[in-house]
């Protein structure tokens, strides 16, 4: 699996079409791992994850909205409209909708890695996959830290 690293700069790092281990490290960095079950690291700095609703799973590890980390979500609709507002805590099971009402995204609390900590799980009702963010529950997240659409 290759690894694609960051400098302490903030930059856009993009994967490939494969699973990818991405780590942005120090810097304002975009994170993109395209097609396969990519791993993203933001590290320092305020990171942008951009996750495409394509049948993958992509594992974000060390999400932040202290460090004003954000999730930007694909769904297809090619129009990015600040999807979700009014949220002042997800929780598991809520649901909400692109500007287009063509995508319904799902939240989950979850513990993926087993670790024995809630993690959250995003799902979009017409794919399989989804975005997992690791040691975050769903009540640690507002609305206000997802875009897309
Ligand atoms: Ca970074
Ligand atoms: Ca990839």
Redesign the pocket.
């Known amino acids: 699996m290759p690894t694609i690293n960051g400098t302490n700069k903030g930059e856009s790092l993009n994967?490939?079409?494969?699973?990818?281990v991405?780590d942005a490290r120090r810097g304002n960095d975009m994170l993109d791992?395209?097609?396969?079950?990519?791993v993203l690291t933001g590290g320092g700095g305020a990171d942008k994850f951009i996750f495409h609703f394509d049948g993958?799973t992509?594992v974000i590890t060390d999400f932040s909205r202290a460090a004003g980390d954000t999730v930007i979500l694909d769904s297809g609709a090619g129009v990015y409209d600040g999807i979700i507002g009014g949220f002042s805590y997800l929780y598991d099971g809520a649901q909400f909708s692109n500007h287009l009402g063509t995508a319904t995204f799902t939240v989950h609390a979850t513990d993926y890695d087993g670790d024995g900590v809630t993690d959250t799980l995003i799902t979009e009702g017409g794919h399989e996959g989804g975005l997992v963010l690791l040691g975050i529950a769903p009540s640690s997240l507002t609305g206000d830290v997802i875009y897309g659409g």
Do not use: E, K, Q, V
């Open positions: 994967g490939t079409a494969s699973a990818d991405i791992g395209h097609g396969g079950d990519d993958s992509d």
